[in-house]
């Protein structure tokens, strides 16, 4: 493949790539603007993977330290966005019985439910997309998806050796 056709290759797969990523998004979705009125990105982003974590690891509790090794960001900055989940009454801070210096977080029951309505409105919309495109070209897609992921999983394990 010349460098020309690569250039309009690697320009058209980002203009894809951007397109699904912004009509994903939640905000831009009507279904939840009730949902989330009170949650910005980074909030919400915290609170699924707090209930994923839990969830994978049949845990009621995520270890503060957990948490801030699964996101890119500082810990001030995390603790602020831990701070407002708390205020607002999605997650509870639980300091440890046996070590006062190890924080725990929990989801509170509504927390819980805003997890389930997400899930139950993404169940659906995908159920329509499977609808549209059929089961074969979905298995392809899920196919090719699993590949992009291991190939950007293989780009980061390398770019990390090289720091």
């Known amino acids: 493949m010349d460098s020309s056709s690569e250039n309009s290759l690697t320009i058209e797969f980002m203009q894809a790539m951007n397109r699904l990523k912004n009509s994903m998004r939640p ?34 509790e995520i270890p503060m330290q957990e948490l801030h090794k699964q996101f890119d960001i500082s810990k001030p900055a995390l603790t602020q966005q831990i701070n407002k989940l708390e205020d607002k009454g999605y997650i509870e801070r639980i300091v440890h019985k046996d070590d006062r210096r190890s924080t725990f977080l929990q989801i509170t029951p509504k927390g819980n439910d805003v997890f389930d309505q997400r899930k139950k409105i993404i169940a659906e919309k995908l159920d329509e997309f499977i609808k549209e495109m059929g089961e074969e070209d979905t298995k392809k897609l899920i196919e090719l998806v699993n590949k992009l992921y291991e190939i950007n999983l293989k780009q980061k394990s390398n770019e990390e050796k090289e720091t």
Not at 40 to 52: A, K, Y
């Open 27 to 60: 905000r831009q979705n009507p279904l939840y603007t009730d949902l989330y009125a009170d949650l910005s990105s980074p909030e919400i982003h915290i609170l699924f993977h707090m209930r994923e974590f839990c969830v994978k690891k049949a845990e009621m």
